[in-house]
Nanobody
């Protein structure tokens, strides 16, 4: 029942902010013990967990990310968003939003969006 869909800006210029929104349907992002995450896969590399926002609004971030990252939500729209500042070509990747529970750990074991291809280039 739960479905997630990422927005698709496609191309982002270096030094700009990448803004992505995940729209969740079939379930509430405030449901107890659920966590909503952003994950990306750079070309030729594995999945990289970026951060998450939990059911109570608590946020968690990957400390290895070099550029400022923010995750927030709009409960009235059942959406959560990612903002990645000062992007470089190294941020080129397929970006996913995903849903899971607290016990899943960093990579959600529930539903994932289809992913959105983001290219950082001038």
């Amino acid at each position: 029942q739960v479905q997630l869909q990422e927005s698709d800006p496609g191309l982002v210029k270096p030094s700009q902010m990448l803004s992505l929104t995940c729209t969740v349907s079939g379930g509430s992002i405030t449901t107890r013990n659920y966590v909503y995450s952003w994950i990306r896969r750079p070309p030729g590399k594995g999945l990289e967990w970026m951060g998450a926002i939990a059911y109570d609004g608590s946020t968690y971030y990957n400390p290895y990310l070099k550029n400022p990252t923010s995750i927030f939500r709009d409960t009235s729209k059942n959406q959560f968003s990612l903002q990645l500042s000062s992007v470089t070509p190294e941020d080129t990747a397929v970006y996913y939003c995903a849903a899971g529970v607290v016990d899943d750990g960093y990579l959600p074991g529930g539903c994932w969006g289809q992913g959105t291809h983001i290219t950082v280039s001038s």
